[in-house]
């Protein structure tokens, strides 16, 4: 299995501001996932980034909000750019386990934008 | 990737055996049935896997009949840390699917004394 830890755990940001939140991993790993669960709801995919190229990102999700840095295969960072309170949500990276459709999940950030 | 349908919320005892049922009748031919379980300020964790009949694994069981329509985790007396969320996922590694979870509704499990 996978460890993976994020930074921060939780924030709290005003409107408008950008937050950046890191994702380390302790083995490498060519894709890396983002996940969004808003209060109360399931986990939705944001983008998989991928070391060397552009992240892909899901339906409904686009770039200059969501940027992803993906430096090397231990580490990836996702910007919650121009927040509103509406991006209040626990943000989650994962990475690929060994299974069909197995995932390691991180911890998760808790972001409350006031 | 197919679209799956289980219940809400389930309540238990603990020591008892606990059955949560997944509807996928869209399930296609190269798609496996995934369980994840989540715990309350923690990232879903895996569970169990399986294509066809029944899977065990040191902590839960999985049964499929033969047409897949459905899937059913089976978790044997449960206790009061089984308190989660149990996600029920259809996909296929092989198109992708299992690299892009779709997470359901999920079914809240509450576990009392």
């Known amino acids: 299995s996978a460890v993976i830890s994020q930074k921060p755990s939780r924030d709290i940001c005003q409107r408008g501001t950008s937050l950046t939140i890191q994702c380390q991993v302790d083995?490498?790993?060519?894709?890396m996932f983002w996940y969004r669960q808003q209060p109360g709801q399931s986990l939705t995919l944001i983008a998989t980034?991928?070391?060397?190229?552009?992240?892909?990102?899901e339906s409904g999700f686009v770039i200059d909000k969501f940027p992803i840095s993906r430096p090397n295969l231990t580490f990836s960072t996702l910007t919650v750019s121009n927040m509103s309170p509406e991006d209040s949500s626990i943000y989650l990276c994962?990475?690929?386990?060994?299974?069909?459709?197995?995932?390691?999940f991180g911890p998760g950030t808790r972001l409350t934008v006031l | 990737l197919a679209k799956t349908t289980q219940p809400i919320s389930m309540d238990s005892y603990e020591g008892q055996e606990v059955n949560i049922t997944c509807s996928h009748n869209?399930?296609?031919?190269?798609?496996?049935i995934t369980w994840y379980q989540q715990f309350p300020s923690q990232g879903p964790r895996f569970i169990i896997q399986?294509?066809?009949t029944k899977v065990t694994n040191e902590v839960a069981s999985l049964f499929i009949p033969a047409d897949r329509k459905s899937s059913t985790l089976s978790l044997p007396r449960v206790s009061l840390s089984d308190t989660a969320v149990y996600y029920c996922?259809?996909?296929?590694?092989?198109?992708?699917?299992?690299?892009?979870?779709?997470f359901g509704t999920g079914t809240q499990l509450k576990v009392e004394l």
């Open positions: 869209n399930i296609a031919t190269n798609d496996y």
């Open positions: 994962s990475v690929p386990g060994l299974a069909t459709n197995e995932q390691f």
């Open positions: 980034a991928n070391q060397g190229s552009e992240a892909t990102y």
């Open positions: 996922l259809v996909g296929d590694v092989e198109k992708g699917g299992g690299n892009k979870l779709t």
């Open positions: 083995s490498q790993v060519t894709m």
């Open positions: 399986g294509y066809k």
